[in-house]
């Protein structure tokens, strides 16, 4: 069960985009902008670095966004939340 809710004023994902989330949350729901949302984890890759992984969706629109894989550029902590940062989203 998702416990956690993200919301994120737009519809896309984007390299520089901010994601707000409470610091203990691994899995979560993203609320975009259009109403749309989807699910996400923050794991780990190979190297230790974090990274989000965001299931497909579909936007208000009718775009389909695939299921993608972003590197998290930056990850700032401040009491019981985090902030991060994206980079790209790996191919």
Request: avoid cysteine.
């Given at each position: ?11 896309h994902l ?32 190979d ?15 009718g ?6 894989v ?22």
């Amino acid at each position: 069960m998702i416990e956690h809710v993200i919301q994120v004023p737009h519809s896309h994902l984007y390299p520089g985009l901010i994601l707000d989330a409470p610091a203990d949350a691994h899995d979560f729901l993203v609320q975009f902008g259009d109403e749309s949302e989807s699910r996400a984890q923050l794991l780990r890759d190979d190297t230790g670095r974090p990274v989000l992984r965001m299931g497909g969706y579909m936007t208000a629109r009718g775009t389909v966004v695939d299921e993608r894989v972003w590197t998290v550029r930056e990850s700032v902590q401040r009491g019981d939340r985090i902030r991060l940062r994206l980079g790209q989203s790996l191919p």
